[in-house]
């Protein structure tokens, strides 16, 4: 399977700024409750309201992730799971699948120990002087931990945007034959409707379209966090675009994840687990160099040939890659 991938990062010089993106945020909020409610009624508030949640999405996919530097790797424990049902009001449709990674070789770091740590510090320090908050909350209360935040991403807002884009004209349309009396009016109820309908069926369609870690890797199954005392979760290596995430409160994070593997189970200390020693850069990278040739064209065209997509092994079946054709099956 592959990583959903429906945002793009922008360059730091290009962003709009924080005050702009609080405007579109504010904007969209309002205009939600207008098109369901009375998208059908005014129909000139409706394409007021699509547009401001048109603007919204393209901001939310486009322009709210500043580029870090290209693509990295990470390895770390699963310190909490946010999944897209825990999320309110307009971050319902931010259907991305959340991981805050504690990264190796570090337990529960506060965010100035993880930044300065030589291993992996680099990925929560600040870049072009944006403010990084600590994302340091876990599953368990008085269990804090500054993490990397990675995500799984899901078409919530994606879906959002493409269903407005299509009820937009025919909102558009009801707006016009408004001014026609009577005959108008009938017609501008019913585009209205259409374009209300269609916005709702986009809404329920965006709920439900969630980032799944199995999208990424079949074989991941359910992730796992630590238990009351910090054991029991996930070490994973996960690789993806690496950015600066403007919302919410601000922090670095890899979005979205475009490989992940689990690697071990945390214990409470790095040393013991299948991950030890981790404690250098080199640890790091030779998670990270596999994850890369894994991924590389040259690998995955070799898995494609014919000689390594057997089903029975060639000493069984007497065949074998030497241009010689096989002996007869008795």
């Given at each position: 399977?592959?990583?959903?991938?429906?945002?793009?990062?922008?360059?730091?010089?290009?962003?709009?700024?924080?005050?702009?993106?609080?405007?579109?945020?504010?904007?969209?909020?309002?205009?939600?409750?207008?098109?369901?409610?009375?998208?059908?009624?005014?129909?000139?508030?409706?394409?007021?309201?699509?547009?401001?949640?048109?603007?919204?999405?393209?901001?939310?996919?486009?322009?709210?992730?500043?580029?870090?530097?290209?693509?990295?790797?990470?390895?770390?424990?699963?310190?909490?799971?946010?999944?897209?049902?825990?999320?309110?009001?307009?971050?319902?449709?931010?259907?991305?699948?959340?991981?805050?990674?504690?990264?190796?070789?570090?337990?529960?770091?506060?965010?100035?120990?993880?930044?300065?740590?030589?291993?992996?510090?680099?990925?929560?320090?600040?870049?072009?002087?944006?403010?990084?908050?600590?994302?340091?909350?876990?599953?368990?209360?008085?269990?804090?931990?500054?993490?990397?935040?990675?995500?799984?991403?899901?078409?919530?807002?994606?879906?959002?945007?493409?269903?407005?884009?299509?009820?937009?004209?025919?909102?558009?349309?009801?707006?016009?034959?408004?001014?026609?009396?009577?005959?108008?009016?009938?017609?501008?109820?019913?585009?209205?409707?259409?374009?209300?309908?269609?916005?709702?069926?986009?809404?329920?369609?965006?709920?439900?379209?969630?980032?799944?870690?199995?999208?990424?890797?079949?074989?991941?199954?359910?992730?796992?966090?630590?238990?009351?005392?910090?054991?029991?979760?996930?070490?994973?290596?996960?690789?993806?675009?690496w950015v600066y995430d403007s919302a919410h409160e601000g922090w670095n994070e890899?979005?979205?994840?475009?490989?992940?593997?689990?690697?071990?189970?945390?214990?409470?200390?790095?040393?013991?687990?299948?991950?030890?020693?981790?404690?250098?850069?080199?640890?790091?990278?030779?998670?990270?160099?596999?994850?890369?040739?894994?991924?590389?064209?040259?690998?995955?065209?070799?898995?494609?040939?014919?000689?390594?997509?057997?089903?029975?092994?060639?000493?069984?079946?007497?065949?074998?890659?030497?241009?010689?054709?096989?002996?007869?099956?008795?």
């Amino acid at each position: 399977m592959t990583a959903k991938n429906y945002t793009s990062c922008i360059s730091h010089d290009k962003h709009i700024g924080k005050v702009a993106a609080q405007a579109i945020i504010a904007a969209a909020v309002v205009a939600i409750p207008i098109i369901v409610f009375g998208g059908a009624i005014a129909p000139g508030l409706g394409v007021i309201a699509l547009t401001a949640i048109i603007a919204y999405c393209r901001w939310w996919l486009y322009d709210r992730l500043i580029c870090l530097g290209g693509d990295r790797c990470a390895v770390g424990w699963v310190g909490r799971i946010e999944p897209p049902s825990k999320k309110t009001l307009l971050d319902k449709f931010d259907t991305d699948l959340s991981v805050n990674l504690v990264l190796a070789p570090l337990i529960q770091p506060t965010l100035t120990q993880a930044q300065n740590d030589p291993v992996q510090g680099e990925l929560l320090k600040s870049k072009f002087g944006l403010e990084v908050t600590p994302v340091d909350d876990t599953n368990f209360e008085n269990i804090k931990a500054a993490s990397l935040h990675v995500e799984f991403e899901g078409g919530g807002v994606y879906d959002l945007m493409i269903a407005c884009l299509a009820a937009l004209p025919f909102a558009v349309a009801a707006t016009v034959v408004c001014a026609i009396p009577v005959v108008g009016w009938i017609a501008c109820a019913i585009l209205g409707a259409i374009a209300a309908l269609i916005t709702v069926i986009g809404i329920i369609a965006a709920l439900l379209d969630t980032g799944d870690p199995n999208d990424v890797n079949p074989a991941l199954g359910e992730l796992h966090t630590n238990d009351v005392f910090g054991r029991g979760a996930d070490i994973l290596v996960v690789k993806g675009r690496w950015v600066y995430d403007s919302a919410h409160e601000g922090w670095n994070e890899i979005h979205p994840i475009t490989h992940c593997q689990r690697i071990g189970e945390w214990s409470g200390s790095w040393w013991g687990t299948e991950f030890a020693p981790p404690h250098t850069r080199e640890a790091i990278d030779r998670w990270c160099e596999k994850v890369t040739e894994a991924g590389s064209d040259e690998t995955i065209h070799s898995q494609s040939q014919p000689v390594n997509t057997w089903t029975v092994h060639p000493v069984i079946d007497g065949c074998h890659d030497d241009g010689d054709p096989p002996p007869p099956i008795r």
